[in-house]
């Protein structure tokens, strides 16, 4: 049998041991990897886009080589290819190496087998690819690959840990509340690599292996690329995934959020209020329940009577409206009968069709169905869109499962255990397509959960139902910057974090504060939360039967607090130019908006290891507080340049007061010029947050 063949001028094609293995030029300087068993290649890209779809820079290099060419290079060489900077090689049993242009190793599979010659001849029976029986249908699969134990691993989504680094981490490949697992990783070696496949797993990314598994899945798929520095490397990624839209200018403004604003006048009076006392607002959030039921997907007007009127007065007062949407559906809906005949609901394989524990007995709909997505949006254009709301909080969206038994839900793509990662995808893809084809352009939707890809589809993901404590926020600090590595650029928390705070504590009013000023140099500025003490239902069914959070307004922390709230809001405010700068970097060229220091400073060995400071684009270094207590830390700033602190009172000093004036025993003055690659202890009293700026950066 003839194990090397070449169908067309982009793809190698390795047969042997009943496997088929595949590896296409696939984008800018990237592979794309498959492998079957038994079977033929199923059709479907998940996140990448189609190779039609993506640019091949350079014309892909195939050569096979006979027994007689490849002794004197390598005696186990049988096949390459090679598309613009990376390069894999393959051996006559199959095994994959991946080179960069220079013959740098960037990666090679991992095999311990008796199949595989040259020197790795092992008792242990370890393939690279392994395929084994699995109870759900399928293959259970198992790629391995070396491990470089000096190497630096990070992206893999957001995970609620404090590890920016993730070599050495378990991550489970799942969708959880506050756990959006999106299988790409960026390499300090040089390479990034995509896990394309939605199936439920698991990637381990040890000392002695890294490796990735699905739990049920049809074939192996993965892609990579080579490129040097971590821009190059997101650039290629999001050639072939997608780049977000470009983010629409009141977005890059303050967003006003609590559980729940119970009514229509609520709301207003909150906007009205903002507006009267002369703070910056442009987003306000109706938040869930304000709904008949679950799966009606309308407003109850008795609580919220004239949508049209609400949006009109809230667009007057240049604020956007922004209105959850969950995709439950109540037993007891006017659509839940149409929906389950038509097989627009998620199924369980066993027991009771119910899947979401909040509320009535719900299910989802099957966001994977087309006609599942059509039909939902007929019901969102006819009861928000044709009212003017066209901006929506895709909430609950991993879907938030009563129990996470994920060999117990069927989609109309395959069961949860195969396809269950990509759900979130299409419930953005679900609303992107909808106000696209309404004629909507720079769109925007709030979501709880993303997979690879996500940001085609405009989603602006936060982190989840986290925790109001320091500890929570320092997780928040990591899995917000290992998401922008992972190709998603938008992305916020909620700032004070979900539960669990009261709002006349003094040790939450600290966290708040702190929290805000991080808020102010995130992507999204987004103050949200569920406090205490709890206000009662006003009704016993529908808008009215849920209960409600403290006040949740800048001003409802008493006077103190909001004197530095505001303080950022304006700064907020005078920073969105330099904001939308980057939101058409990430746009065009799918750059995070905050990224560690090494993204910027790569050939500087120390902003390798400042885990706990960040770039707000590529001239403003930001080193939040984020423990209680603390009045100053230690700053590190990246050599190469010089840096100048910003000084907060005097930025904001045109648009407001000073206020009470600057603590006289400030450590380090405002303003002052600091050489690079210098360690500083920088003051950091509660009204301030060590933000420092790139010497001649126009801001």
Request: proline content about 5%.
């Amino acid at each position: 049998m003839k194990k090397f063949n070449q169908p067309d001028a982009n793809t190698l094609e390795w047969r042997g041991f009943n496997e088929i293995l595949k590896i296409e030029a696939w984008g800018p300087d990237g592979l794309r990897v498959r492998a079957v068993k038994n079977r033929d290649f199923i059709q479907s890209d998940w996140a990448l886009l189609p190779a039609g779809d993506t640019d091949i820079t350079t014309k892909p290099v195939i050569q096979i080589f006979d027994s007689a060419q490849d002794k004197d290079e390598n005696q186990n060489l049988a096949a390459r290819i090679t598309n613009g900077k990376i390069t894999a090689s393959v051996s006559s049993a199959g095994k994959i190496t991946f080179t960069d242009s220079g013959g740098k190793l960037l990666l090679e599979e991992y095999v311990r087998s008796l199949r595989e010659t040259g020197g790795l001849t092992s008792s242990l029976r370890l393939d690279a690819r392994e395929y084994k029986g699995s109870p759900y249908g399928n293959f259970r699969l198992t790629q391995r690959f070396e491990s470089d134990r000096t190497e630096k691993l990070y992206g893999m989504g957001q995970y609620q840990q404090d590890f920016l680094n993730i070599k050495g981490c378990t991550l489970e490949l799942a969708q959880r509340n506050s756990q959006a697992s999106v299988p790409f990783l960026v390499s300090d070696k040089g390479y990034a690599l995509l896990w394309n496949n939605p199936a439920v797993g698991k990637a381990v990314l040890g000392l002695n292996m890294t490796e990735f598994s699905a739990e049920s899945s049809a074939g192996f798929d993965y892609w990579i690329t080579a490129g040097g520095n971590f821009a190059k490397l997101l650039e290629n990624y999001t050639a072939v995934t997608g780049r977000p839209p470009m983010m629409p200018d009141y977005a890059a403004g303050f967003w006003q959020c609590k559980l729940r604003y119970q009514t229509q006048e609520e709301l207003l009076n909150v906007a009205r209020e903002y507006k009267r006392r002369g703070l910056p607002l442009s987003v306000i959030v109706i938040d869930f329940f304000h709904w008949t039921r679950q799966g009606d997907w309308k407003f109850d007007k008795r609580y919220w009577p004239d949508p049209a009127a609400m949006n009109k007065e809230l667009e007057d007062m240049g604020v956007k409206l922004v209105v959850s949407v969950w995709p439950t559906v109540e037993v007891k809906s006017e659509n839940y009968n149409e929906m389950l005949e038509s097989g627009y609901l998620i199924q369980t394989e066993r027991g009771a069709n119910v899947t979401m524990g909040f509320g009535e007995r719900a299910t989802f709909y099957d966001v994977t169905n087309p006609a599942a997505r059509d039909y939902v949006w007929s019901k969102i254009k006819t009861n928000y869109y044709d009212y003017g709301i066209k901006n929506f909080w895709l909430d609950v969206a991993e879907p938030e499962y009563l129990t996470y038994d994920f060999d117990n839900y069927r989609y109309y793509s395959g069961t949860a255990l195969e396809t269950g990662n990509i759900y979130p995808l299409m419930y953005a893809k679900n609303f992107y397509d909808g106000l696209k084809n309404s004629g909507e352009k720079d769109i925007i939707s709030l979501i709880r959960c993303a997979w690879a890809g996500s940001q085609r589809y405009g989603a602006l993901v936060w982190s989840g139902d986290i925790h109001s404590n320091f500890e929570s926020m320092r997780s928040q600090f990591a899995a917000g910057l290992n998401m922008g590595l992972s190709g998603i650029p938008w992305w916020t928390t909620d700032i004070g974090g979900f539960q669990g705070a009261d709002i006349s504590d003094p040790g939450f009013k600290e966290l708040l504060i702190r929290w805000f000023q991080y808020g102010t140099f995130c992507p999204v500025m987004r103050l949200h939360g569920f406090r205490k003490p709890i206000q009662r239902p006003i009704g016993a069914d529908g808008g009215g039967m849920q209960g409600s959070g403290a006040a949740n307004e800048v001003w409802s922390f008493g006077e103190d607090t909001l004197a530095i709230l505001k303080k950022y809001l304006i700064l907020r405010e005078k920073l969105r130019p330099y904001i939308m700068a980057q939101m058409k970097q990430a746009h065009e060229k799918g750059s995070p908006i905050i990224r560690p220091l090494f993204y910027d400073f790569p050939d500087d060995l120390r902003c390798w290891n400042a885990e706990d400071q960040y770039m707000f684009g590529p001239d403003i270094m930001v080193a939040p507080v984020m423990y209680a207590g603390v009045t100053n830390r230690k700053v590190y700033l990246p050599a190469s340049c010089n840096w100048t602190r910003l000084d907060i009172e005097t930025a904001v000093s045109d648009t407001m007061s000073k206020g009470a004036g600057r603590p006289a025993d400030r450590c380090i003055p405002a303003g002052e010029l600091f050489n690079g690659g210098a360690i500083i202890y920088a003051s950091a009293q509660i009204d301030d947050i060590p933000v420092y700026v790139r010497e001649g950066a126009l801001l």
